[in-house]
């Protein structure tokens, strides 16, 4: 059994902590020293990357299903355990977290200068968000995982709020109420499983892993009940058409680094949600729904695109795009193939990073010219070659250019959804053609043609902006390269989360070592 | 005499005391109804008592401590009673009507 | 028969010993300067209360003691358990309420209006505890009663104590009003209960009743109406409605300090005597009772929450949250059945976690009193920018109150009842109080929301003698916290306390 057992390490209790320590050394900082600040902030931040890609080269890709597990009562009155442990899934979006925080401190680097709350603040969330997300992918315990999934609010919506643009205050007004009525929902879903595993095995609990194992055979009605619950809390952090509103207000008006933070990282919890909750909890309940969510998914690819080519903000116009692609994650999600589900997983990585270097690129623009509107650009690329080129390869990312990680996921997503939902398919296709038209169009106007009035100073990239572009634009070229690491991560995982759905990949099956074009 | 005839007087000068704080709206009649209301507490305790020939005396003894109770409510309730007249110069409760929730932060205001 | 009686000093010692010290404090008043005074009131009532805290603990720890027994067995005063679980929950309520209230007071023979004088305050403070203590270990009717009294008559004054307040009066008049005629009512029925059983005895009057209701007639049916009585008075205490209308109008005529005190311990002490009294005393009658603490429950906290929504004013808001409560302290007990002891578990959980947490709330208010007098919920607009941790703390309590993270103090709060009353088989009550739970988080979002809009105020600093505000806040603070992270314990102790 060398192969299967797993370190004993508690990676993730570690990892989630030393973002909190890093909180209260910021803390512990004088207000003034603003210096001292950022760098703990950033030193904090490589140091849990490096924690994480050490947690990363001992995860066995063939091994037990949850690893680095741990599992202490905390209210046994409740059956509530502090439990944590890492699958595949939980593995790549922590990793995935772990290389963004640092991103997004650096970029961030002048964000807080002119804020109402000062430095230190703006850092020390930036932190206890990343710790908390840590949590929440961590995390084998229902009600500890809810425990954390309400907590990210806290942060974001003083991030949103204190430190965004002029309509800060109604946007993360309006973002907390979206996610407080979705977690309300979750909440009575999360009482409900607790009474039914009362109800089903002998004492009631919320250890994840004993509610997979203990093979809970929900009635119908309540798997209903209950998949909606956490489905719509999930869908509207995700967020899925049509509870997506609150996100083009947010992203719009949050500084960039917490877009970036907001759409890429935070939001996948809801995708993540479905892979871990409602497919293998309610199984009966996700095969009955899946065609009606996957019309959602659709619908909400070619809306959140055509959207997305109607707006003059660029930062609204990522936003749209990103209600477009987590249709394409939902979509994977929801067809129960393993190509669709590694793929959707893949997704939501390579989303992250492609999402993130478009947000980024979107804020050096508006820094420089003080505005948002593609209507006030134009030739930035003759002023600014090295700029330009970094605004022309985030998008491609965007519109999944062959040899770039996006469109390896995209591509695993349309075949895995072809298998099963022909028509599904098809249309979402569709999709990736507007999002060339969004995509270019916005490049085009922004980096090409006559420069105007008001670009003609633009300075190229600084060197800090240009260490915080380069390492996600190396991913995402990397990772369209060489995703196979990755996806042996992800794929026993996701075999795992679909058995009690769907047992066996109906053919034709692909191959999903597939790599990408060579 | 009978048990039943100490409970029926009892039972009157319960209803009257009862009917007494729902009608009056002096605060020192108000008083008085409780005080009936109490007394017939009182009556019935001391009849059961003598009835039940109880060698404990359980009944009697209550109700000394019962007429205790109703002498300290007294005493509390007229000092409060008093300190109402001296600032609002009234006495009658339906007339006491600062804390009430009809728009309670506009009379606030009109407080302070 | 010998006419002395052996007194255990060491089971009745809390009440001894905050007794004791009332007088003290009011000894000192008399023949101390008043430069001595203002340091030495407030801290000897403090150490006073620690002192009880502490001897309360010692008698949790050891075996349970009686006291004022009967030579046909039965005590009137036990401290077990559930006597030394209220007994703390009472005293570490008082803790927080004596720092509470320290800016209200003034030492000076002659005090300015607004304040209160320290001394009286103090004493008749300590008094009403003494009451609290009794009620809890109280076993016969005239021991709770006499406690219930001594609980009510200084609270009626310490409601309107604080000089030349109008308001402050009329809630003490309608406060007394309503007592009195609740303690009528209370002590009516507990002579027809003594008419049909013959005791005062809470054991004795068990097994009669027992007898009692097996032969239906005349006097089961006046036994049933003594019981009812005896509840219609308690709930008065415990302001459940329909008995609540005093409430609302005390508490925002009261010093804030006094209304937290009367939300928290004055409602432990209403639930000790009404536990005892349901639990021990009229078992037999469960039938009856039942159904009425159901209804009483259910109403409590549907029109609680539904009046709470259109509040304007931030102590009115928390009263009639307080009502609400109420009705979910009831939930547990409707139960009246097999299961009656998990539902005694469930309350006594939850009233230990609702001390907590609306003390904390109601320590916000003292706070956030100072910046805005009025105290309208409006002005707590933007408070986050004014009063960070006021703002911090006040939002702890109030998702505490509603039940949601991040004071999941208060979600287990919920869960626990919720958990009694279906074991019990009172779901209906359970979808009731499922429905209220949702429109209770309305109107505390409102507010806590309404405190974390962004605003562009500069922060206030704080006053002198608002550190002691401060600190109170804090520990009610520190306990939900705790309670949030680790709540294992408080259970445990519930269900020791539960185990009679």
């Not at chain 1, 599904?424 to 105007?452: C, D, E, K, N, S």
């Not at chain 1, 794929?491 to 692909?510: G, L, M």
């Not at chain 3, 709930?235 to 005093?246: D, E, N, R, S, T």
């Not at chain 3, 000790?272 to 009856?288: C, E, K, S, T």
């Amino acid at each position: 059994m060398d192969v299967t057992s797993s370190s004993n390490f508690p990676w993730v209790t570690v990892l989630a902590l030393l973002p909190l320590i890093g909180t209260l050394g910021i803390m512990l900082t004088p207000r003034e020293s603003h210096d001292t600040v950022k760098r703990v902030a950033l030193g904090t931040s490589l140091v849990t990357l490096a924690g994480t890609v050490a947690m990363c080269l001992e995860y066995k890709t063939n091994g037990a299903r949850f690893q680095f597990v741990q599992s202490y009562d905390w209210i046994k009155a409740f059956g509530v355990h502090y439990a944590v442990g890492v699958d595949g899934i939980a593995l790549v979006l922590i990793l995935m977290t772990a290389v963004l925080t640092p991103v997004i401190i650096l970029a961030s680097w002048h964000e807080a200068e002119d804020g109402k709350r000062g430095v230190r603040t703006f850092f020390a969330l930036l932190l206890a968000t990343e710790a908390i997300i840590l949590g929440v992918f961590g995390s084998l315990d229902v009600f500890l995982f809810y425990v954390l999934f309400e907590a990210m609010l806290i942060p974001i919506y003083f991030l949103i709020g204190s430190y965004g643009g002029p309509r800060r205050s109604y946007a993360a007004v309006k973002f907390l109420l979206y996610s407080l009525a979705g977690g309300l929902l979750m909440l009575v879903a999360v009482i409900a499983l607790f009474v039914v595993s009362a109800h089903r095995l002998k004492h009631g609990t919320f250890d994840y892993r004993a509610l997979l194992a203990g093979d809970l055979h929900i009635g119908h009605g309540e798997q209903v009940a209950l998949f909606l619950g956490f489905f719509i809390a999930f869908a509207i952090k995700a967020p899925l058409w049509p509870f997506h509103t609150w996100l083009p207000d947010a992203a719009a008006e949050a500084p960039t680094g917490v877009a970036v933070m907001l759409v890429g990282v935070l939001d996948k919890v809801g995708t993540f949600g479905f892979l871990r909750f409602c497919i293998p909890l309610f199984p009966w309940a996700a095969r009955e729904l899946a065609p009606y969510i996957l019309g959602l998914c659709v619908t909400g690819i070619l809306y959140g695109a055509l959207l997305a080519i109607g707006q003059r903000d660029m930062k609204r116009l990522v936003a749209y795009s990103s209600v477009s692609h987590f249709g394409f994650i939902a979509l994977g999600i929801f067809a129960f193939t393993t190509q669709g589900g590694s793929g959707a997983t893949l997704y939501m990585v390579n989303h992250a990073f492609s999402t993130g270097a478009l947000f980024l690129v979107v804020g050096f623009l508006a820094s420089r010219r003080g505005s948002r509107m593609i209507d006030d650009f134009g030739g930035a690329a003759k002023v600014a070659p090295w700029l330009g080129a970094a605004v022309l390869v985030a998008g491609l990312s965007a519109l999944s250019l062959p040899g770039l990680s996006t469109f390896v996921s995209e591509f695993l997503v349309l075949v895995g959804t072809f298998t099963v939902h022909r028509w599904f398919a098809v249309v979402a296709i569709f999709g990736i053609v507007l999002a060339a038209v969004y995509v270019l169009w916005m490049v085009q106007r922004t980096i090409h043609g006559p420069v105007r009035e008001g670009i003609e100073t633009f300075r190229d990239l600084g060197s800090r902006e240009a260490w915080v572009i380069a390492p996600v634009l190396a991913v995402i070229v990397v990772l369209g390269i060489y995703p196979k690491p990755l996806l042996d991560a992800i794929n026993p995982a996701v075999k795992h989360t679909f058995s009690t759905v769907r047992p066996h990949d109906p053919a034709p099956s692909v191959p999903v070592t597939l790599g990408g074009p060579r | 005499m009978h048990l039943s005839l100490a409970l029926l007087l009892s039972a009157l000068l319960f209803g009257v005391g009862v009917y007494g704080v729902l009608a009056r709206r002096n605060a020192i009649a108000l008083l008085m109804a409780v005080e009936l209301m109490l007394n017939a507490a009182n009556l019935d305790l001391v009849a059961f008592d003598a009835w039940f020939k109880d060698a404990l005396h359980a009944g009697q003894v209550f109700a000394l401590f019962v007429v205790v109770v109703a002498a300290a409510e007294v005493g509390v309730g007229l000092a409060i009673v008093l300190a109402v007249f001296r600032l609002r110069q009234t006495v009658a409760v339906d007339e006491l009507r600062q804390l009430a929730d009809v728009d309670p932060v506009l009379r606030v205001d009109a407080d302070a | 028969m010998s006419l002395t009686q052996s007194i255990d000093y060491a089971a009745i010692s809390p009440p001894l010993v905050v007794v004791v010290t009332a007088v003290a404090v009011l000894l000192a008043d008399l023949f101390v300067s008043a430069e001595v005074r203002r340091r030495l009131l407030a801290p000897l009532a403090l150490a006073g209360t620690l002192g009880a805290l502490g001897a309360t603990a010692w008698l949790a720890t050891g075996p349970a003691r009686s006291t004022f027994c009967l030579a046909g067995g039965g005590c009137s005063y036990v401290a077990d358990g559930f006597a030394t679980y209220f007994q703390t929950i009472v005293l570490a309520a008082l803790v927080v309420v004596l720092l509470l209230s320290y800016p209200l007071f003034d030492e000076r023979e002659r005090v300015p209006p607004g304040q209160v004088p320290a001394a009286e305050f103090l004493a008749l403070m300590l008094m009403s505890v003494s009451g609290m203590l009794v009620v809890a270990a109280g076993r016969d009717l005239l021991t709770l009663l006499i406690g219930l009294e001594v609980v009510s008559l200084p609270a009626f004054v310490l409601v309107g104590l604080r000089r030349g307040d109008p308001r402050g009066v009329e809630a003490a008049l309608k406060f007394f009003v309503f007592s009195v005629v609740s303690t009528a009512l209370t002590i009516y029925g507990i002579a027809l209960v003594y008419g049909t059983t013959g005791s005062i005895e809470l054991h004795h009057i068990a097994h009669a009743l027992s007898t009692r209701h097996a032969h239906s007639g005349a006097m089961s049916a006046t036994a049933a109406a003594g019981v009812v009585l005896v509840l219609v008075g308690f709930g008065f205490k415990i302001a459940a409605v329909p008995f609540h209308f005093w409430a609302p109008d005390t508490y925002q005529g009261a010093p804030v300090p006094v209304a937290a005190f009367l939300s928290v311990a004055s409602k432990a002490a209403g639930f000790a005597g009404l536990i005892v009294l349901l639990v021990v005393g009229f078992r037999p009658y469960a039938d009856v009772w039942g159904p009425a603490v159901g209804v009483l429950a259910a109403v409590s906290m549907t029109v609680g929450n539904l009046v709470a929504l259109r509040q304007r004013n931030v102590v009115r808001l928390l009263a009639w949250s307080t009502v609400a409560h109420a009705g979910y302290l009831l939930m547990p007990l409707a139960v009246a059945s097999s299961q009656l002891r998990e539902g005694v578990r469930a309350t006594l959980a939850y009233l230990g976690i609702y001390a907590a947490m609306n003390l904390g709330a109601f320590g916000c208010a003292v706070l956030v009193r100072r910046l805005h007098p009025r105290l309208a919920i409006e002005d707590l607009r933007g408070l986050v920018t004014r009063a960070p941790l006021t703002a911090v703390a006040f939002g702890l309590f109030l998702t505490a109150l509603a039940g949601l993270p991040p004071g999941v103090a208060g979600l287990f709060a919920k869960v626990v009842v919720f958990r009694a009353a279906v074991h019990g088989h009172v779901t209906w009550l359970a979808v009731v109080a499922a429905v209220n739970t949702v429109i209770g988080l309305a109107y505390y979002l409102r507010v806590a929301a309404l405190m974390f809009v962004p605003a562009d105020d500069a922060p206030v600093a704080p006053s002198s003698r608002t550190w002691s505000v401060s600190a109170g806040v804090a520990i009610a603070a520190a306990v939900t916290v705790v309670l949030s992270v680790y709540p294992q314990p408080l259970l445990h102790l519930a269900s020791t306390a539960a185990q009679r």
